[in-house]
């Protein structure tokens, strides 16, 4: 009982180093503790430049499901089958795009206003297609009558003439592909970029040039391979996968490792909804403008290779009849509110997980604290030190209980060393003391887990926010999403946990007094590689802690 709150916080010590060992698995592809083993590097179909098949069966029904494995003839061809298209460069203030002419698929995209945390010579590439990965965004026209040959991403579609990139004093660039079947279908897709914008406008124009009435329904899709983007740390978990969301179901994240083994569980049908890729920082998604059926569906369609789509019917088409549906795709950083404009739920890609209902009013502070500050670095000081004055009574409490037991610790050892083979009679008279003194033994375990919820809130916060990419602090920390480059953050840390340890009661059992000490040197292996951000958020922590500790300490006269 006496040893309550150090028996919790090497609970807390354990978890986080199994965390951790689960996390080093997973991000180097081994059996993990919670589930199977990352998927493997992307498969030779990558290599080859280019995505095979993947082409969505469509709906029977409106409201039915169908298998996600490729249907289509074309589906099925080898990618070696697939002729070599034209690539099409587009570039704006915010982006760089590179279209592939089979299919007019978004190939690669690069974003202009972040630096790659592998690579800080080059910018962040979202989108891409090379031998080590496969993130595309692609669309086409499925449907069920037999044999009829719609245009998908495997089609090849020319590319209409014009501009390529976003002049001074323009505000959109459209770039028009256009594709034909056997059939008489054809299919105008047209992207369209605006300024300062990660939204672009996709608009399918469907034309029935056959002799027989169609029935076609569009897919919207994003295809991706299973390994987590370059340059994230060995040190933290972060999801990366496809994710739908409904009104019926809310955010839905979809493990690849699900997807695998059949056992992906989501809404699959709705009026509403959108489909996404999320990783860290990062997210796209497909967005419908209006209510409209959709069904929604992921496959494994190659080795590490997934897709994620959602497919609407068009409605039937009669010979010389045409189509016209509009769509979003959105590519880029996870910016909470801008997110949040526009789509319902489209925000949830930034990914607080369990903590959201405290993390997001805790990044709304941050945000107003960064409008007045100016300073991504100094509003997470002016953060820590609202939530210790929040808190400040509780903490109180926790370090006056701290105090009074620091201060009968000689008389708790002496007992313990008088009583050591009366293991009963110790116990009773360690309670007498605690009465006689007015020591409750669990008056610092209350404060600690009440405060603990906001705290990892926080934590999921600054681990979290794009905002933190290439935010400077002061001095030499000039990226707060980066490790300190001279590891004074995590140094200082490291000591004034250290300080804290000093400054507690020493616990009875010589083992465990070891153990208080080892403790944060063990959790300093960590923050050495953790986020500048969050190693400052801690030290903060630390610092005021400290402060508080130490000043009830001095007034009830237990400092050594």
């Given at each position: ?5 150090r ?31 990352a998927p493997p590097?992307?498969a030779?179909a990558?290599a080859a ?8 069966t ?10 996600a494995?490729p249907?289509?003839p ?8 697939v002729?070599?298209?034209?690539i099409?460069e587009?570039a704006?203030?915010?982006?760089k795009?590179?279209f592939?002419?089979i299919?007019?698929?978004?190939v ?5 206003d ?5 690579d800080?010579s080059r910018?962040v ?12 965004a692609?669309t086409?026209l499925?449907s069920?009558q037999?044999g009829?040959?719609?245009?998908t991403?495997l089609?090849p579609?020319?590319?209409?003439p ?11 660039l459209a ?11 054809r299919l ?8 300062g914008s990660?939204?672009?406008?996709v608009r399918?124009e469907?034309?029935?040039e056959?002799a027989?009435a169609?029935?076609?329904q569009?897919?919207?899709q ?8 370059e340059g994230e740390?060995r040190?933290?978990f ?8 409904t ?5 839905q994240k ?8 059949g ?9 509403d909804?959108?489909?996404?890729m999320?990783?860290h920082?990062?997210?796209s998604?497909w ?9 929604f569906?992921v496959?494994?369609?190659a080795?590490?290779?997934y897709?994620i ?7 039937e ?5 045409s189509?016209?549906h509009e769509s ?8 909470e509110?801008?997110?949040a404009?526009l ?10 997980g369990?903590?959201?209902?405290l ?11 960064h409008?007045?500050?100016?300073n ?6 002016a953060?820590?030190?609202?939530l ?11 370090y006056?209980?701290?105090?009074k ?22 116990q009773?008279e ?9 020591v ?8 600690i ?10 934590y999921w916060?600054?681990?979290?926010s ?5 935010a400077p602090?002061?001095?030499w920390?000039t ?5 300190d ?6 140094m ?34 960590m923050?050495?590689?953790?986020p500048a951000?969050?190693?400052l958020?801690?030290?903060?922590n630390?610092?005021l802690?400290i402060a508080?500790q ?5 007034r009830?006269?237990?400092l050594?």
């Amino acid at each position: 009982m006496t040893d309550m709150r150090r028996t919790l916080l090497w609970v807390v010590f354990t978890m986080s180093l199994v965390l951790l060992y689960d996390a080093w698995n997973r991000h180097n592809g081994q059996p993990t503790l919670f589930g199977m083993a990352a998927p493997p590097p992307a498969a030779s179909a990558a290599a080859a430049g280019r995505a095979p098949g993947g082409v969505p069966t469509a709906a029977t029904a409106a409201g039915g499901s169908a298998a996600a494995a490729p249907a289509a003839p074309a589906a099925a061809a080898p990618a070696a089958a697939v002729p070599a298209g034209e690539i099409v460069e587009v570039a704006t203030d915010r982006v760089k795009a590179s279209f592939d002419s089979i299919g007019g698929t978004l190939v690669r995209l690069e974003l202009l206003d972040y630096r790659d945390n592998a690579d800080r010579s080059r910018n962040v590439v979202l989108f891409e297609r090379d031998g080590k990965r496969l993130y595309l965004a692609q669309t086409g026209l499925i449907s069920t009558q037999p044999g009829l040959a719609l245009p998908t991403h495997l089609t090849p579609m020319s590319v209409a003439p014009g501009p390529r990139t976003l002049a001074d004093g323009q505000d959109a660039l459209a770039l028009r592909f256009e594709g034909r079947t056997e059939a008489g279908v054809r299919l105008v897709k047209t992207y369209t970029f605006t300024r300062g914008s990660y939204v672009v406008g996709v608009r399918h124009e469907v034309f029935n040039e056959g002799a027989a009435a169609v029935a076609p329904q569009l897919y919207l899709q994003l295809a991706r391979d299973g390994q987590p983007p370059e340059g994230e740390s060995r040190f933290y978990f972060t999801f990366t996968g496809p994710a739908v969301y409904t009104e019926q179901g809310k955010f839905q994240k979809i493990k690849f490792e699900d997807i695998d083994k059949g056992k992906a569980d989501f809404v699959k049908h709705a009026d509403d909804g959108w489909v996404a890729m999320v990783q860290h920082y990062f997210a796209s998604a497909w967005l419908l403008a209006s209510p409209a059926a959709r069904d929604f569906r992921v496959a494994k369609v190659a080795d590490n290779q997934y897709t994620i789509a959602m497919v609407t019917p068009i409605g039937e088409l009669a010979p010389g009849a045409s189509s016209l549906h509009e769509s979003k795709l959105y590519a880029g950083p996870q910016e909470e509110y801008k997110l949040a404009a526009l789509a319902p739920g489209l925000d949830l890609v930034k990914d607080y997980g369990w903590f959201t209902v405290l993390s997001k009013p805790l990044f709304w502070l941050l945000d107003q604290l960064h409008k007045g500050i100016g300073n991504w670095g100094w509003a997470i000081v002016a953060l820590v030190v609202l939530l210790k004055a929040a808190f400040y009574w509780l903490n109180a409490s926790a370090y006056r209980s701290m105090a009074k037991m620091k201060a009968v610790n000689p008389r708790v050892m002496e007992l313990r060393e008088r009583y050591k083979d009366e293991p009963q009679k110790m116990q009773q008279e360690m309670m007498r003391i605690y009465r006689e003194e007015k020591v409750n033994p669990l008056g610092s375990c209350l404060p600690i887990v009440v405060q603990m919820p906001f705290f990892i809130a926080l934590y999921w916060v600054l681990l979290s926010s794009v905002e933190m990419r290439n935010a400077p602090w002061i001095g030499w920390i000039t990226d707060l999403a980066d490790k300190d480059p001279w590891f004074i953050l995590p140094m200082l840390m490291t000591l004034s946990s250290l300080f804290q340890v000093w400054l507690n009661p020493t616990p009875p059992d010589p083992m465990q007094a070891k153990m208080m000490w080892l403790m944060p040197l063990l959790f300093s292996f960590m923050f050495f590689f953790f986020p500048a951000g969050l190693v400052l958020y801690w030290l903060t922590n630390n610092i005021l802690s400290i402060a508080q500790q130490w000043f009830i300490n001095k007034r009830l006269g237990v400092l050594k």
